[in-house]
């Protein structure tokens, strides 16, 4: 079985102040990672995914995520946050071969002015 | 293009009533799914569909029923509403870019229905 853990349900921070969103992963196969974001009133949108490769991945928005197998990490983060970035994230794995996407219990970031 | 969309955006039912809730997606994506969000819980999978004609259970499937009977609907039913099942729905749909490796999809969720039942 896999499951998500993160570990901060609420992340306040001001504008422009670094932020680490952190994820762990439990899981006896392999996974891809995702980190999704939910803007207010809003369905979620991919932020960024990690299936192979560089184990750094960027969006387009300045965050990026790093792939830690040893850790079993894929930690968010972004070194200046603006208001906008006031959301939901969600980090999500999905097991190889398979058609589940597995969600963590989600981060409520707040940017403060 | 309008993505995924969801009907209705709200619901208030009492216990015991049925409901509908429709999804509908223009991109020709062969996934879709619905899932509920409670506080504190993250999305949890109700049910999903791999295409036209098939459904399988997700992580949370009782008391719903779902249907896939054209490709860009995914149906998501409540026969006899409780209020455990007091919830925003999400449904989301996916492509396969890669056929060899379905867990690479990128899910599109649609906005979502916020049901009370009373």
């Known amino acids: 079985a896999q499951s998500v853990t993160q570990l901060d349900s609420q992340v306040p921070v001001f504008e422009e102040a670094p932020v680490e969103l952190r994820c762990n992963y439990s899981?006896?196969?392999?996974?891809?990672l995702f980190w999704y974001v939910q803007y207010p009133n809003q369905g979620l949108q991919l932020l960024l995914k990690?299936?192979?490769?560089?184990?750094l991945v960027e969006s387009i928005n300045g965050f990026e995520a790093e792939f830690n197998k040893s850790q079993t990490s894929f930690h968010l983060r972004k070194p200046s946050v603006h208001i906008s970035d006031t959301a939901e994230y969600f980090c999500?794995?999905?097991?190889?071969?398979?058609?589940?996407?597995?969600f963590g219990t989600g981060t409520r970031l707040q940017v403060f002015p | 293009n309008a993505g995924v969309t969801q009907t209705p955006k709200f619901r208030v039912l009492k216990t015991g009533q049925s409901m509908t809730l429709l999804c509908a997606q223009d991109?020709?994506?062969?996934?879709m799914y619905w899932y509920r969000q409670d506080p504190g819980m993250g999305l949890r999978l109700i049910h999903y569909?791999?295409?036209?004609?098939?459904?399988a259970k997700g992580e949370v499937p009782d008391g719903y029923n779902v249907s896939r009977l054209k490709k860009q609907n995914f149906l998501l039913g409540l026969e006899s509403a409780a209020p455990s099942q007091t919830s925003v729905y999400f449904c989301?749909?996916?492509?396969?870019?890669?056929?060899?490796?379905?867990?690479?999809?990128?899910?599109?969720f649609g906005p979502g229905t916020r049901l009370t039942v009373l």
């Open positions: 989301a749909s996916s492509y396969r870019p890669d056929s060899r490796k379905p867990s690479t999809d990128t899910q599109y």
């Open positions: 569909s791999v295409g036209e004609g098939t459904t």
């Open positions: 999500a794995v999905s097991p190889y071969n398979t058609d589940k996407l597995i």
């Open positions: 899981s006896s196969v392999s996974v891809y």
């Open positions: 991109m020709n994506h062969e996934y």
């Open positions: 990690y299936l192979s490769g560089s184990t």
